[in-house]
C-alpha cells in the first residue's frame, strides 16, 4: 500500500495562505547549529516537513539534544555531541545532509559520513564543496560510499568557485568558521538562504561579511555560542502559492513574503498578464484564462529560480502561444514534463530546453512526483485539471512542503489523501 494525493480540478480557491519558514535555508541552518561551542540554538519559524525529521534524526545520532517547544521552534543543544561517523540512513534521504561535512569539519577537523541523497536532478556533483575544504587545508578520502574528511588545521583561503553553488558556499563558510586568518570566497552564490545563514552564524559570533555578494569573507574565530534565529519565509513555497492562485483562484492572499526575494517570478507572471498585487509582505493574485506565452531561462539569483521552472510549466500550458522553458542549472530536470503530458499538454522536450505549446486543456490522470518540485508542479497541474488526479510517490512533495494538501484545502480546493496498492 501507499499513500496518494487525489486533486478534483477546477473548483476556484479564495481566501488567504500563510508561508512557512524557507526549507533550502532551515536544512542549513540546522547543521550550521552545532558550531555552538556553549549554549543552546533556539531557531523559529522551523517548517514541519520531512527532511527537517530526518536531520533532526542525524543530529541525535551525533547526541545533539534536539527539542521541539512548539509546532516551529526547535532548540539545539550540541553541548554532549559527539563527533561519530555518519552512516545512518537519514544522510541518504535528504541532499542538505551534505551540511554535516563544513559544520563537522569546521568544529572537529574531522569529518566522516555516507554519500548525501536527495532529489534525482541529473547529476549533482559535490566537487566544489570538496575542493573549499582541501583549500582550507583539508584531506578528502572517498571509499566504498563515504568519504572521510579531515585536517590537522583549517587556514584560510581564496577560495574561487567554478559555479556559483549554493550548497559549496555554505558548506565553505561552515567550515571556515574556526579557520585561522580569512577566507574568501570569490563567484559565491547570493541566494538568500545564504544570507540567512550568515546571520544565525553571526549570531553565535562568526565574522562574516558579504553575505549576499559574491564575495564572501569569513575571518575565523576561537568560539561560537547559542542564540536565537527566525528563519526568512520559503520563497518557493511563496512561489508556488502564487503560481496556484495565477492558475486556480478567485483571490488569493500570500502571506508571509519577502517580494524582493522573488522578482524574477513577479515579473514573469506580470509579463504573462497575471492579475497581481503586491504588498510589502504580502502578494494578492487572482486567475485569468487570457495568459501570454513567455520564455523563462533558470539562473542563479536573482534570476529565475530553478525550484520554480516546474511548478511554473502548468500554467504555460494555458498561455496562448508557445513558451519556452530553459533549464541552465540542472539541465536534466524535466521529469515534470512527462508526467503533464500524460495530462495533456503539449510540450516538446530538447537537451535544456521544453516548448510548452498552449493553449491545452489538461485532464485528470494517474501520475507521479518523481522530485519535491516535479511534485508541485503536478499539484498546479491537478488543480487545473478537468476530472481527477492521483499523485503518487507523495513523500517528495513531504519533503518540502509545509501541508500542502492541507493549506489547500483551507483554501477551497477538493484534495485528499487515500491509501492504494
Ligand atoms: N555543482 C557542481 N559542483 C558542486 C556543486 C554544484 O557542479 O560541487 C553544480 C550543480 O550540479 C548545479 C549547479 O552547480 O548544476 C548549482 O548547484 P548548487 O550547488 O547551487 O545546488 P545545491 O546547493 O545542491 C540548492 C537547493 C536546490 C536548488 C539549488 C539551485 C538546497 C538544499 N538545495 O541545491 O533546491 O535547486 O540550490 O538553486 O538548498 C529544491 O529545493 O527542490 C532544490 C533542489
Not at 556559483?164 to 555554505?170: C, E, M, N, W
Not at 547570493?190 to 553575505?211: C, F, H, S, Y
Not at 487545473?384 to 509545509?402: F, L, N, P, Q, S
Request: with cysteine; glycine share 8%; aromatic share 6%.
Amino acid at each position: 500500500m501507499q499513500e496518494v494525493l487525489k486533486i478534483e480540478g477546477g473548483h476556484k480557491l479564495k481566501g488567504s495562505v500563510r508561508i512557512s519558514g524557507s526549507k533550502n535555508a532551515t536544512v542549513a541552518l540546522i547543521p550550521a547549529s552545532i558550531l555552538a561551542k556553549t549554549g543552546s540554538v533556539s531557531i523559529y519559524g522551523v517548517p514541519h516537513i520531512s527532511d527537517v525529521k530526518y536531520l533532526s534524526q542525524l543530529l541525535e545520532s551525533l547526541n545533539v539534544k534536539v527539542d521541539q517547544h512548539a509546532e516551529d521552534h526547535l532548540e539545539i543543544d550540541p553541548s554532549q555531541m559527539v563527533n561519530i561517523a555518519l552512516d545512518h540512513p537519514a544522510v541518504t534521504k535528504l541532499r542538505a545532509s551534505y551540511y554535516f561535512m563544513g559544520a563537522l569539519l569546521g568544529r572537529y577537523k574531522q569529518v566522516n559520513m555516507k554519500m548525501p541523497g536527495g532529489c534525482y536532478l541529473g547529476p549533482r556533483p559535490i566537487d566544489l564543496h570538496l575542493k573549499g575544504f582541501e583549500a582550507l587545508g583539508a584531506s578528502v578520502e572517498y571509499s566504498q560510499g563515504s568519504y572521510k574528511i579531515y585536517a590537522k588545521e583549517l587556514v584560510g583561503a581564496k577560495i574561487y568557485l567554478d559555479i556559483s553553488s549554493v550548497g559549496a558556499t555554505i558548506n565553505i563558510m561552515m567550515a571556515a568558521v574556526y579557520a585561522k586568518g580569512r577566507t574568501t570566497i570569490e563567484n559565491a552564490a547570493k541566494e538568500p538562504e545564504i544570507i540567512d545563514v550568515a546571520t544565525l552564524l553571526n549570531k553565535m559570533g562568526a565574522q562574516i561579511r558579504g553575505a549576499g555578494t559574491n564575495i564572501i569573507t569569513i575571518d575565523g574565530v576561537e568560539t561560537l555560542a547559542g542564540c536565537v534565529h527566525e528563519i526568512i519565509p520559503d520563497r518557493i513555497e511563496a512561489g508556488t502559492f502564487i503560481i496556484i492562485a495565477a492558475a486556480a483562484a478567485e483571490e488569493m492572499v500570500i502571506e508571509n513574503v519577502i517580494p524582493h526575494h522573488l522578482e524574477s517570478l513577479l515579473s514573469k507572471l506580470e509579463e504573462m498578464g497575471v492579475p497581481m498585487k503586491v504588498d510589502i509582505d504580502k502578494v494578492t493574485v487572482k486567475s485569468t484564462e487570457h495568459l501570454k506565452d513567455v520564455d523563462i531561462q533558470t539562473l542563479p539569483y536573482p534570476g529565475f529560480a530553478t525550484d520554480l521552472q516546474q511548478p511554473l510549466t502548468p500554467l504555460l500550458t494555458r498561455a496562448n502561444g508557445s513558451s519556452s522553458v530553459k533549464e541552465t542549472i540542472y539541465v536534466e530536470r524535466f521529469k515534470h514534463c512527462l508526467e503533464l503530458q500524460r495530462m495533456g499538454a503539449n510540450i516538446s522536450m530538447a537537451p535544456g530546453l521544453a516548448t510548452i505549446h498552449g493553449p491545452s486543456r489538461l485532464y485528470g490522470d494517474t501520475v507521479t512526483a518523481t522530485d519535491l518540485r516535479c511534485g508541485a508542479s503536478l499539484v498546479v497541474a491537478g488543480l487545473m485539471a478537468e476530472g481527477v488526479t492521483e499523485i503518487r510517490d507523495v513523500y517528495h512533495i513531504d519533503r518540502g512542503y509545509e501541508n500542502l494538501d492541507g493549506k489547500l484545502r483551507e483554501l477551497g480546493a477538493n484534495i485528499w489523501r487515500e491509501q492504494v496498492e
